[in-house]
T-cell receptor, first 115, second 109 residues
Framework: NAGVTQTPKFQVLKTGQSMTLQCAQD?????MYWYRQDPGMGLRLIYY???????DKGEVPNGYNVSRLNKREFSLRLESAAPSQTSVYFC??????????????FGPGTRLLVL | SQQGEEDPQALSIQEGENATMNCSYK?????LQWYRQNSGRGLVHLIL?????REKHSGRLRVTLDTSKKSSSLLITASRAADTASYFC?????????FGTGTSLTVIP
């Protein structure tokens, strides 16, 4: 099992460009998450999907959109990248679908630099 | 606003010593989890303690939870150089999930 995979591993964008970060899990988990990690801020939840077909905003959703393509895949899209979106992005998944957040399994991260 | 904070921000100890890090949070929680992150990698789950538990052990890890003080602590006993990493507490409230700011632990061989 590969666990949680993310692509790309690193990306450089110019301000205003768009891109999609891909995430897939092979653990048959219902819930998937997107976080960003900035120095001194810990991880902050951008969007999550409690189950296939549903998505909800997290703490910092502005400037992002998500798609839960199927049970395995959860993508994060930046429509018009801004320098403030320079960060490391992590995808995670867990088995629970309710408000209880059980153990989350993380991907290796995507490092995004917006110039 | 930051929902969780950890202290100390950084901790440097000798191999074999114990390491203690603390997490404080602002909301009511269902459970609290501790994660570890090696440099340049994703987070790895260490241990989960439920809101009705006060203490939990897993190998060299001991976690305590005081819901009245909205705080938790992680103790790593007999530390090893391989324990060098950042440690984060994570907790859920409602449909949101938050992480603390992290403690960077360095274990000197």
């Amino acid at each position: 099992n590969a666990g949680v995979t993310q692509t790309p591993k690193f990306q450089v964008l110019k301000t205003g460009q768009s891109m999609t970060l891909q995430c897939a899990q092979d653990m048959n988990h219902n819930s998937m998450y997107w976080y960003r990690q900035d120095p001194g801020m810990g991880l902050r939840l951008i969007y999550y999907s409690a189950s296939e077909g549903t998505t909800d905003k997290g703490e910092v959703p502005n400037g992002y959109n998500v798609s839960r393509l199927n049970k395995r895949e959860f993508s994060l899209r930046l429509e018009s990248a801004a320098p403030s979106q320079t960060s490391v992005y992590f995808c995670a998944s867990s088995s629970r679908t309710s408000g209880r957040r059980e153990t989350q399994y993380f991907g290796p991260g995507t490092r995004l630099l917006v110039l | 606003s930051q929902q969780g904070e950890e202290d100390p921000q950084a901790l440097s100890i000798q191999e074999g010593e114990n390491a203690t890090m603390n997490c404080s949070y602002k909301t009511s929680i269902n459970n609290l989890q501790w994660y570890r992150q090696n440099s340049g990698r994703g987070l790895v789950h260490l241990i989960l303690i439920r809101s009705n538990e006060r203490e939990k052990h897993s190998g060299r890890l001991r976690v305590t939870l005081d819901t009245s003080k909205k705080s938790s602590s992680l103790l790593i006993t007999a530390s090893r150089a391989a324990d060098t990493a950042s440690y984060f507490c994570g907790f859920g409230t409602g449909n949101q999930f938050y992480f603390g700011t992290g403690t960077s632990l360095t274990v000197i061989p």
